[in-house]
């Protein structure tokens, strides 16, 4: 593991309340290139891997749509992906498995009453990157995935709908959901932040809302990379900051609104989340 002092030093301070663009994460990326050691362009792999995940389900539903920049490959390399993955060659040792597994069996699911492509992808992805030899990095994809499980939960039960039709996935904190009826679902005492996500839920703004679980993620980040602020996490701390504010850049008080009803309209699992809240 590298420590990048130079590359941390000399990038902007940012917040998650700033208005202007410090950089892009494709800016960064581009300065971390030449810095960064082999190993740890490894670990920055799963950050733009979701980009990848986002990108085969577009081609698949569509063979002409957009692609999202900052992936880990080609357009060339997802049809490879995609041809391969049809033909029963996985190709393990240049993609991801799950990606090619997803590829593969989706002629099959795609007309599935309960197949939701993104979200499908989303869940693979997760425990793909829950698995990150890093260990700060591996626990920030876990602590994504029990928020959203933990959130999706609460306004399930808020809704008066049943939890265990919207939870997907399986660890710790989806067994404990499924099956306790509490109102902290008997979480708080092992996981601290379970007080705080059960006010955001309560937050009657769908805007503020919003801001709140990223400030919740922001704080997150802060705290585990406070004593470490130029290593690698410090790295992926700061490529994660930079993608909550190209997101919200996008977002208008409206399309913020509008974001948060399709959550409660399309609720389907952990990983049931609207475009808008994964696209960078």
């Not at 670990?43 to 995940?53: R, S, T």
């Not at 008066?160 to 499924?178: A, F, K, L, M, S």
Request: proline content about 3%; overall charge negative; hydrophobic content about 40%.
């Amino acid at each position: 593991m590298g420590n990048y002092y130079c590359l941390m030093a000399g990038v902007p301070d940012i917040s998650l309340n700033d208005t202007k663009k410090a950089m892009t994460v494709a800016e960064l990326r581009e300065e971390c290139e030449s810095v960064l050691s082999d190993s740890d362009k490894k670990l920055l792999f799963y950050f733009f891997l979701k980009y990848d995940c986002q990108n085969i389900v577009r081609l698949l539903k569509n063979p002409d749509a957009t692609l999202l920049p900052n992936g880990n490959y080609t357009a060339e390399q997802y049809q490879d992906l995609i041809t391969s993955a049809r033909e029963m060659n996985f190709n393990v040792h240049r993609y991801p498995s799950f990606m090619s597994i997803y590829a593969r069996e989706f002629a099959y699911n795609k007309d599935k009453a309960d197949f939701f492509p993104e979200d499908a992808m989303m869940l693979e992805y997760y425990k793909y990157a829950m698995d990150c030899p890093n260990k700060m990095i591996a626990d920030w994809y876990e602590f994504n995935f029990n928020v959203t499980n933990i959130l999706t939960a609460m306004i399930a039960r808020k809704n008066g709908w049943n939890v265990g039709d919207y939870i997907q996935g399986d660890n710790e904190v989806t067994e404990i959901i499924r099956t306790n009826n509490t109102k902290d679902f008997s979480l708080s005492a092992e996981y601290d932040y379970v007080a705080d996500l059960m006010k955001v839920v309560d937050e009657t703004d769908p805007v503020m809302k919003e801001k709140k679980i990223d400030a919740f993620k922001w704080a997150w980040l802060d705290e585990r990379t406070f004593f470490d602020i130029f290593s690698i996490e410090a790295v992926f701390a700061y490529f994660s900051k930079l993608e909550m504010l190209e997101r919200w850049e996008h977002l208008d008080v409206e399309e913020g609104k509008e974001t948060f009803k399709q959550i409660i309209e399309n609720l389907r699992g952990e990983a049931k989340v609207p475009e808008e809240f994964v696209r960078k």
